[in-house]
């Protein structure tokens, strides 16, 4: 399996964030597991966000539940991203992942992108 994030590499505060994964060599809708987005800002742990699952079924961080939205694109085998009002503390490399845990933060477990930078800045 293999995941391509993509997405704005700059956001400007009070904007949504939108990144969108890519998935090949797989099926976000067949492939049993949870499809995560996972950040980690500068000298920072990874954060766990949230996930949606083969069925469509969606769970979130409690931290960040209230500015996330995690949906999918069956047709082209994507998931989504959107994150609202976004801060300068949103800065972090964001990563899409797939794993039998929901709450995936170890790299070693599953299969991630390589990850995307995204800054918050004016």
């Known amino acids: 399996v293999q995941l391509q994030e993509s997405g704005p590499g700059l956001v400007k505060p009070s904007q949504t964030l939108h990144l969108t994964c890519t998935v090949s060599?797989?099926?976000?809708?067949?492939?049993?597991?949870?499809w995560s987005w996972v950040r980690q800002p500068p000298g920072k742990d990874l954060e766990w966000m949230g996930a949606?699952?083969?069925?469509?079924?969606?769970y979130y961080n409690p931290s960040l539940k209230s500015r996330t939205s995690i949906s999918r694109d069956t047709s082209k085998n994507q998931i989504t991203l959107r994150l609202s009002s976004v801060i300068p503390e949103d800065t972090a490399v964001y990563y899409c992942?797939?794993?039998?845990?929901?709450?995936?933060?170890?790299?070693?477990?599953?299969?991630w992108g390589q990850g995307t930078l995204v800054t918050v800045s004016p």
């Open positions: 949606i699952e083969s069925s469509g079924s969606v």
């Open positions: 992942a797939v794993a039998q845990t929901l709450e995936v933060v170890t790299r070693t477990e599953g299969y």
């Open positions: 060599g797989g099926s976000i809708t067949t492939d049993h597991g949870y």
